[in-house]
Each structure stands twice: as C-alpha cells, then as structure tokens.
C-alpha cells in the first residue's frame, strides 16, 4: 500500500519558505549587500518557488550541509563516530 506524504509533496514549497525565513530572520551582511537567488523547481508540476539569500547565508548552509555528510560518513560501523558539526561523540 502506497501513503502519500504531503510533506514530500509539499517539499520544493517548504524548503524555499524556510530558507526565505531564515534570510528574513537572520541576516548575515549589511543590508545592501546583493542577494543570491536560490531557485526550488518542483518535479512534478515544474513550479518554481524562490528564496533570496545574502553570501553569508551561502556559506552557513554550505558548511551545515557538509558537516551533516561528514557525520553521516562517520556514522558507518566504519567511521569515527564524532559528530560531523562539532567533532565530538554523539
């Protein structure tokens, strides 16, 4: 049997309201500073939903993203264990 998620369906509008939010509620550059405009296309119908974020929130993301790889590899029988994010023990 086959249950529809709606958060996946929902997924590409989520993503790019919650990046939205957190360029609107923490801001990381002066308020001129040009933005980077990130574009979430949905799969299925092909709307795309779009968030504007300053650098600072470009290299945050980043390092969120390849911290959490660095805790999933560590995560294996054959990794350290540490937490990708702060380098310690989970």
Same mark, same amino acid.
């Given at each position: 049997?086959?249950?529809?998620?709606?958060?996946?369906?929902?997924?590409?509008?989520?993503?790019?309201?919650? #990046?939205?939010e957190?360029?609107?509620?923490?801001?990381?550059?002066?308020?001129?500073?040009?933005?980077?405009?990130?574009?979430?296309?949905?799969?299925?119908?092909?709307?795309? *939903?779009?968030?504007? #974020?300053?650098?600072?929130?470009?290299r945050? #993301?980043?390092?969120?993203?390849?911290?959490?790889?660095?805790?999933?590899?560590?995560?294996?029988?054959?990794?350290?264990? *540490?937490?990708? *994010?702060?380098?310690?023990?989970r």
């Amino acid at each position: 049997m086959t249950t529809h998620d709606p958060t996946t369906a929902q997924a590409p509008v989520l993503l790019a309201a919650a #990046l939205q939010e957190l360029a609107r509620e923490y801001p990381t550059d002066p308020d001129d500073t040009a933005t980077v405009t990130i574009t979430v296309a949905d799969p299925a119908t092909g709307e795309q *939903h779009q968030a504007h #974020l300053q650098p600072g929130h470009l290299r945050w #993301l980043t390092t969120l993203v390849m911290d959490e790889m660095t805790t999933c590899r560590n995560a294996h029988a054959d990794g350290t264990g *540490h937490c990708g *994010h702060c380098t310690t023990t989970r």
